[in-house]
């Protein structure tokens, strides 16, 4: 059994409220911090922590909090990006919605080492009934004094506010959720400057996701080495997985990270194997955004060796033979899924959430999403194959903020692992007819017609 | 999605005004457009779940901004709504982990149902029919939004009942 530090209180009944929440240790760490710790000490403890942002790019926490500008003398902020969008991942709204005092804690100490006095969380419009309950949580912390001024006489003052988003997968990119923080349209910024120099309202602002400051306490009530030693190589800490699909348990897991991806898909402590026991056909490990996996890449990597849950191995072999801890968000499909079918269904969505600013997106995801449809509806040509191997290659790079990469990262990774299965939809086109066509005749059995087929 | 001409009335209660005022206060005396997404989604829920021209530039005036940042931000974000809908709004999600696990028939189901497409409303205006994208909820599939709550792990018998609760005045939204 792994070591629990996020969900450690998940099943305590009642800890949604303050006073539950408080009696199993809550708040402590602000007093910890407040009382015997200066600002700089806890962000060298998150340093030492090795905790790497958990939204999805896996940049180093620590770091990223000590590139705030505190040199301008301008006001500085903390936003929470609870804005969680990306396709297979729903373990911040877990935390938000059983733990939300956590996350209010998580907020206040990380807020003090970074020296903000009003910080926002932003919480995505659909997670409505979560954002009302951040409401009153904030509000029970108001009144039990750990946020307002001076809180416990330290002279910190703290305003915290949730502030909700209206359905917009683009404001999860933190320069698009500082425009949407403004009341503005979700548009990313060029970078530089970056946040952390001009951000919210042109002020110093560090935007990190819910899980990452959630675990901050933790770091303040134990050690940053303490968290270090949890863990494998540069992937400290456990980590949040939502596990989604063809499983027989989905759900939030909070995982040590280093577990093997065999023990976490097959044991009973966590997914259980497949539902139904079909076979295993394809894994999205972090997010609809990163490369998908064929079966044979899942559990052991293109040189044989164990794959583990951790950046490191999940990325082994490249975007060739690998793909990226990403988000979390473990999507697992079985022998019945259409991997034609499931790109189409991606593209569509990030054709739909591309905001627009940049051609090769704004465009390029249109035509990918109506070629994809084109092949999975019968009317796919052969040559579209390598229009969508194109069409990605000049998506990918060339705009200014990641969604471009990660529409193309998944046509692209498709195409590479399930080539003869677009094969098949173009040569077959009555045999796709039907949009379950895999449940009835899953395609392992069918794939010897591509073989046999030669153009 | 197309704006609407159809009329609506527009009442901002003392109570909404109150809730307004109390948004408006987490943000900088100077930064009242910040309020703007939070503002739009409170006005909306009291004015069945559409804005309309109208009511956006009554948005603007309350926050002392220009129309032209109210449409442009309600033109962007898929929550607010710019025609009629309605009253009970089913938005499914459909995006690959939704899909994989029977969304997409799910929501074919209870179209046949309500005798209605994808995108339509029934002729009384009681129900929309939506595909929308990932809701967050991919372990709870095949599922769906209704005013502030999803609705998860939906068969076609819980969309059966949860059709008549709606029917039945039964289903709280806000």
Not at chain 1, 206 to 230: L, M, T
Not at chain 1, 306 to 324: K, P, Q, V
Not at chain 2, 25 to 45: G, I, M
Request: charged fraction near 25%; charge should be negative.
């Amino acid at each position: 059994m792994g070591q629990k530090i996020l969900l450690e209180h998940a099943n305590v009944p009642g800890i949604k409220t303050y006073e539950v929440y408080r009696q199993h240790g809550g708040y402590r760490s602000v007093e910890k911090a407040l009382k015997s710790m200066t600002p700089d000490e806890v962000v060298e403890e998150v340093k030492t922590s090795g905790l790497r942002g958990r939204g999805g790019a896996g940049f180093p926490t620590g770091m990223k909090w000590s590139f705030i500008d505190k040199k301008s003398g301008k006001p500085r902020h903390l936003v929470c990006n609870a804005d969680e969008s990306e396709p297979g991942t729903f373990k911040d709204r877990y935390l938000m919605e059983y733990i939300p005092h956590l996350l209010i804690e998580g907020m206040i100490t990380s807020s003090y080492a970074l020296g903000a006095n009003l910080s926002y969380i932003y919480i995505r419009g659909e997670y409505m009934w979560v954002f009302r309950i951040l409401e009153k949580a904030i509000k029970e912390a108001y009144a039990a004094g750990w946020l307002g001024k001076n809180i416990l006489g330290s002279g910190f003052d703290l305003d915290l506010h949730v502030h909700c988003g209206a359905g917009a997968y683009i404001c999860g990119e933190e320069t698009a959720l500082i425009e949407s923080l403004e009341g503005k349209r979700g548009n990313p910024r060029i970078k530089p400057p970056f946040p952390a120099v001009s951000g919210l309202w042109s002020n110093p602002t560090v935007v990190n996701n819910v899980e990452s400051i959630a675990v901050v306490p933790w770091i303040v009530n134990n050690s940053g080495e303490d968290y270090a030693k949890i863990g494998i190589g540069r992937s400290t800490g456990t980590k949040l997985i939502s596990a989604s699909g063809h499983i027989k348990n989905p759900g939030v897991y909070e995982i040590e990270l280093g577990l093997s991806v065999d023990e976490f898909m097959n044991s009973d402590e966590y997914l259980g194997g497949m539902m139904n026991d079909r076979p295993l056909k394809a894994l999205v490990p972090g997010g609809s955004s990163v490369p998908i996996l064929p079966a044979h890449l899942i559990y052991k990597n293109a040189e044989g060796g164990d794959r583990l849950m951790s950046y490191e191995s999940l990325s082994e072999g490249g975007f060739a033979t690998g793909s990226m801890l990403g988000s979390g968000g473990f999507i697992v499909y079985n022998d019945t899924t259409c991997i034609v079918r499931n790109t189409w269904n991606f593209s569509r969505f990030y054709h739909h959430e591309s905001c627009g600013q940049c051609s090769p997106c704004r465009e390029g995801t249109g035509w990918m999403e109506k070629v994809l449809h084109r092949i999975e509806n019968g009317h796919g040509r052969e040559e579209d194959i390598e229009l969508l191997w194109d069409i990605q290659r000049k998506i990918e790079g060339n705009t200014i903020c990641p969604l471009g990469d990660a529409a193309a990262w998944p046509v692209a990774a498709a195409i590479r692992h399930f080539r003869d299965e677009f094969e098949y939809h173009v040569r077959f086109p009555e045999k796709i007819k039907n949009r379950d066509h895999f449940v009835a005749e899953p395609f392992e059995k069918v794939k010897h017609l591509v073989a046999k087929q030669t153009v | 999605m197309k704006i609407s001409h159809v009329k609506q009335d527009i009442n901002i209660t003392p109570e909404l005004q109150a809730r307004i005022d109390e948004l408006i206060s987490h943000y900088p005396a100077d930064k009242r457009k910040s309020a703007l997404l939070p503002v739009l989604h409170e006005v909306q829920d009291a004015h069945d779940n559409w804005l309309s021209i109208e009511l956006q530039d009554k948005v603007a005036e309350i926050l002392n901004i220009k129309p032209i940042e109210v449409y442009e931000v309600v033109s962007f974000y898929t929550m607010y709504n710019q025609q009629p809908i309605g009253k009970y709004m089913f938005e499914f999600c459909r995006t690959s982990c939704c899909a994989i696990r029977g969304a997409e028939n799910l929501m074919d189901y209870t179209c046949n149902k309500l005798g209605i497409k994808e995108g339509e409303t029934t002729p009384d205006g009681m129900f929309t029919v939506v595909g929308v994208e990932c809701l967050g909820a991919c372990g709870y599939a095949p599922m769906l939004q209704l005013g502030d709550y999803y609705r998860e792990n939906l068969t076609e018998e819980k969309m059966d009942a949860l059709i008549e609760e709606c029917k039945n005045g039964q289903v709280k939204l806000h």
